[in-house]
């Protein structure tokens, strides 16, 4: 399993970790869930949008 750091605004971060808890309550895992989930999401699109 990989590890990346990566810096957020705090609005940004403060707006994902709410809506974490929100539609996952406070489990273990649910952040690096969520994340996953996103950056999946954001490689599909982009191998839609760009034709390089």
């Known amino acids: ?3 990346v750091t990566i ?3 705090d609005d940004v ?3 994902f970790r709410e809506t974490i ?3 996952c309550g406070n ?3 649910a952040l690096s869930n969520a994340i996953t ?3 999946e999401l954001w490689i599909i ?3 839609h949008a760009f034709t390089c």
């Open 1 to 3: 399993m990989g590890t």
């Open 37 to 39: 989930e996103a950056i």
């Open 7 to 9: 810096s957020l605004s």
């Open 21 to 23: 808890t929100r539609e």
């Open 45 to 47: 699109e982009a191998r």
């Open 13 to 15: 971060e403060k707006r």
């Open 27 to 29: 489990k273990k895992g």
